[in-house]
């Protein structure tokens, strides 16, 4: 069992930045493929970023150049750090696992996530 827990949440104004932090415990690092979804009110949730096992990364096109997945080893957590945030980002956020490799021809879809945590608020202010 998996299980993950986002912080690092909160309220900035548009052009700010965030950076969020997921810690999953049970496994290590190396055998998860990791991800980070958000869900705005009245909206589905969509996959934001991921991280494979292997390293390899994938971004929705709404936040590339903007947005960094990363592993941070010495505090044992995955981090989304977040730059020139829009208030079309505003959403909850949610950090999710997968114990295996994710599917290659999207790591970004919801469905192959088998762990998530609560999520955190994130608010982009205009």
């Known amino acids: 069992q998996v299980r993950v827990v986002e912080s690092g949440g909160g309220s900035v104004e548009a052009g700010g930045s965030l950076r969020l932090s997921c810690a999953a415990s049970?496994?290590?690092?190396?055998?998860?493929?990791m991800g980070w979804f958000r869900q705005a009110p009245g909206k589905e949730r969509e996959g934001v970023a991921a991280?494979?096992?292997?390293?390899?990364?994938a971004y929705v096109a709404s936040v590339k150049g903007r947005f960094t997945i990363s592993k941070d080893n010495a505090k044992n957590t995955l981090d989304l750090q977040m730059n020139s945030l829009k208030p079309e980002d505003t959403a909850m956020y949610y950090c999710?696992?997968?114990?295996?490799?994710?599917?290659?021809?999207?790591?970004?879809?919801?469905?192959?996530?088998?762990?998530w945590g609560q999520g955190t608020q994130v608010t982009v202010s205009s």
């Open positions: 991280l494979d096992r292997d390293g390899t990364t």
């Open positions: 049970g496994y290590t690092y190396s055998s998860l493929c």
């Open positions: 999710a696992a997968r114990l295996e490799n994710c599917w290659s021809w999207d790591r970004l879809l919801r469905q192959q996530y088998n762990y």
